[in-house]
């Protein structure tokens, strides 16, 4: 056994939930897994949950598919590991992570990030999604991919007794991922690369039918029945827009405003990742190269990430002075953005007849 490892990742495309920053951080530059992430990754969603850390009432929004991606995603072959497994396997989870990654796998899972981030004993949690993909045994360090120690989403080193410590004191309600996937118990993703063969074409089909419920905010929730059916007070599509913006005139408007930034992270991630797939599909001969039309999207993207950090600005700055910008830069971009997903959808639909 070497001394170390690390496995390939790449900055990933897109980074607003650990998820997503986790499966693109594998598959973000493999040509074959890129025929999936750009046939997928359309449809926008919302929907009001408590928030897991403070118990407030939050606006979740996500790109679909959310973080079940990583066990639906072809080129990725996801086991999940209870805690008991990993205990009856290796004895403990520092042996079980270094052995996983000697097989060329991936660790994803929830730890109590205050056992890494403070020097000394704490007496409370925050449990978080944190992604594994080396170590070093002389040093005695893991290599990982998260928000928490930046920023923005960075690969960092977290030394093995810190994973040791916020390992063991998640339980099962800790758990908020593990929980939902595997029945309420507590573990482990370990994840592998399946990309040598190609699994999955680029699906012109499900692109079209996706733009068109995007467009139409169809309730796209009726396509993953047989899999689940806890779900209420859901908007989708374009629509999103319109309750995003909602709750942030909400925040604008209080006394002391508590500004949420995430649902407005996940609406520049999908501009960008949406302009990424015109590319790619103009790229592939799915679509005819216009730059005109590009240009025409970019202005969405540069409309949401205005709209996102002027609103990061006013957080700072206390001053709601410009809250009406944010208001017309987003109002612009969506208005933009459905016309040009028309002729994007007109284009395609052409093509196949």
């Known amino acids: 056994m070497s001394n170390s490892k690390m496995l390939p990742v790449t900055y990933p495309m897109i980074t607003s939930w650990q998820w997503h920053a986790t499966l693109f951080s594998i598959l973000s530059d493999d040509e074959n897994a890129k025929k999936w992430i750009f046939s997928n990754y359309i449809q926008l969603r919302c929907y009001n949950i408590e928030e897991i850390f403070t118990g407030d009432d939050m606006l979740f929004a996500d790109i679909m598919p959310g973080s079940s991606s ?14 008991q497994q990993i205990e009856s396997y290796c004895g403990n989870i520092i042996d079980f992570i270094i052995k996983t990654i000697d097989l060329d796998g991936y660790i994803y899972g929830v730890f109590d990030e205050a056992k890494i ?13 944190l992604f594994i993909y080396g170590y070093d045994i002389d040093k005695e360090v893991f290599y990982v991919g998260d928000f928490t120690f930046e920023d923005k989403y960075s690969y960092n080193t ?6 040791r410590r916020g390992y063991d004191v998640i339980t099962a309600p ?3 991922m593990f929980k939902d996937d595997y029945k309420g118990t507590r573990g482990l993703y ?4 399946n990309t040598d063969v190609m699994y999955y074409d680029v699906d012109t089909t499900l692109i079209r039918d996706t733009l068109r419920e995007y467009l139409n905010s169809t309730d796209t929730k ?11 007070d859901t908007t989708f599509g374009v629509e ?16 002391e405003p508590d500004y949420d930034i995430r649902a407005l992270h996940i609406m520049y991630d999908h501009k960008a990742i949406m302009y990424e797939r015109l590319k790619y599909l103009m790229a592939n001969g799915y679509l005819n190269y216009d730059e005109e039309l590009l240009d025409s999207y970019g202005v969405v993207v540069r409309n949401v990430l205005t709209a996102r950090n002027l609103l990061i600005k006013i957080s700072i700055n206390e001053d709601v002075s410009e ?5 017309t830069y987003f109002n612009i971009a969506k208005e933009k953005e459905v016309a040009v997903l028309l002729e994007v959808l007109s284009r395609m639909n052409q093509r196949a007849k």
Do not use: G, W
Request: glycine residues 0%; hydrophobic residues 40%; proline residues 3%.
């Open 158 to 163: 977290v030394s093995f007794e810190d994973i």
């Open 222 to 232: 009726n396509h993953f029945r047989m899999m689940r059916n806890r779900f209420s």
């Open 323 to 327: 809250a009406s910008r944010f208001k």
């Open 70 to 83: 990583l066990m639906e995603c072809p080129y990725l072959k996801t086991s999940l590991m209870t805690k």
């Open 117 to 129: 981030l403070a020097n000394v004993d704490v007496d409370y949690k925050f449990p978080h999604e």
């Open 174 to 176: 800790d758990d908020h």
């Open 190 to 193: 370990v994840i592998f690369k």
């Open 240 to 255: 999103v827009y319109d309750r995003v913006l909602e709750r942030i005139n909400k925040q604008l408007s209080m006394e």
